[in-house]
């Protein structure tokens, strides 16, 4: 019997999963996946106050379809034994999907680093949850103006006061001018106070020290900058980007036995862009990997990766939210609308469970063009 084996139980796993099973249909054929977590975490909405609600049960999704989970963290991946080595025991393979995912990059030698807390984990959106538990005027710090910035900002504002740092010049410098004044205008109606060109240097019991020497008040100083691909990666390709990602072809391989999915693929938009860290290019990165190193396998035509239009949904909680197209970011809907169409995204990216024939069916479904996303012709733009 051949094997499919696929590192990472994210988005991109779970969808590589569920890929193969497609292209499998009746053939002989093992696919087992492999993650530490029992659970399949939805990292887009950590950011929400009840941080559990975002994570689905694996078993729920991999036993309708037959696919093995077993739980181990994967340290070794041998592209010339085929066999990756997870908590001391290898796993032989005969065509390996990596989507083992991104992590947040930790600051190196900032003093008091371990008061720090993220939303990149379950684990550490609970921390961040349970420590602010029941407090209703706490000061927050959170470092990092980006998506998940933001989005944390805007939701611990809800209950606290908000500073907002950032090196940069600008909030949202990698969302570009698109959606800036929505967004600043979305911090000023919360009350959310920026300094910007500047960064923490020190986090101490209930306070942080910028850059510029300022102390400030910070029952949490919340960390949210920057993310690279797991280091699986680098035993895969020697040629990553700046992300740490393995470059891969049309059809995600990225060495002949070996497809990649998720944040760990530079995989092409189009002439001009590479794939999102996001659950957006997570999902059919995922199925079309998946279902290609089972095709691969079975003498199946492989699928190419062929994504649907860019957009962006960012929550900035009290406030709404914002909706985009396109890689300028236009903004198409923002404040309420925004926020509801951020609201129905959070709901459809969860994955069928315990339907097989609804789980496979999704798989199948490459390109989804959601019926709530609002056409340019029907929303002027902000």
Request: net charge negative; proline share 5%; hydrophobic share 45%.
């Amino acid at each position: 019997m051949a094997d499919v084996v696929i590192v990472g139980g994210g988005f991109a796993g779970v969808w590589s999963a569920a890929g193969a099973a497609l292209a499998r249909g009746d053939a002989d054929l093992r696919i087992t996946l492999v993650a530490p977590n029992e659970h399949m975490v939805l990292r887009p909405r950590l950011y929400e106050p009840e941080p559990d609600l975002a994570a689905v049960e694996l078993s729920r999704i991999l036993g309708p379809i037959a696919v093995e989970h077993v739980r181990a963290t994967v340290s070794t991946i041998d592209t010339d034994r085929r066999v990756v080595v997870a908590d001391g025991a290898e796993i032989g393979y005969d065509r390996l999907v990596l989507a083992a995912g991104s992590e947040l990059v930790r600051p190196d030698g900032l003093p008091g680093a371990e008061r720090l807390f993220d939303i990149d984990t379950l684990d550490g959106a609970r921390r961040l949850t349970a420590h602010l538990r029941g407090r209703e005027d706490y000061s927050a710090v959170v470092v990092g103006a980006g998506f998940v910035g933001l989005e944390a900002a805007t939701a611990l504002a809800a209950r606290g006061r908000v500073l907002l740092v950032d090196r940069s010049d600008v909030v949202g410098d990698q969302l570009g001018p698109g959606p800036r004044e929505a967004i600043e205008a979305a911090l000023d109606e919360l009350g959310i106070e920026r300094r910007l060109g500047t960064t923490v240097t020190e986090v101490g019991d209930g306070y942080a020290v910028l850059s510029d020497g300022t102390g400030v008040a910070a029952d949490a100083v919340v960390w949210s900058v920057g993310m690279r691909a797991s280091r699986l990666t680098e035993q895969i390709s020697e040629e990553l980007d700046g992300l740490g990602r393995v470059p891969v072809d049309r059809h995600l391989r990225g060495l002949p036995e070996v497809f990649v999915a998720g944040d760990t693929a530079a995989a092409a938009v189009d002439a001009l862009h590479t794939v999102m860290q996001a659950c957006q290019h997570a999902t059919p990165l995922g199925k079309v990997a998946g279902y290609n190193a089972a095709a691969d396998l079975l003498g199946v035509p492989l699928r190419e990766f062929t994504p649907g239009p860019y957009v962006t949904c960012l929550d900035l909680g009290g406030a709404g939210g914002i909706f985009t197209r396109g890689w300028d970011r236009r903004v198409m809907a923002s404040g309420a609308d925004g926020g509801e169409i951020k609201r129905q995204i959070n709901l459809a990216i969860h994955p069928p469970v315990d339907d097989a024939e609804a789980i496979l069916a999704a798989a199948d479904r490459v390109r989804i063009e959601l019926p709530f996303f609002p056409r340019d012709e029907e929303v002027p733009a902000a």
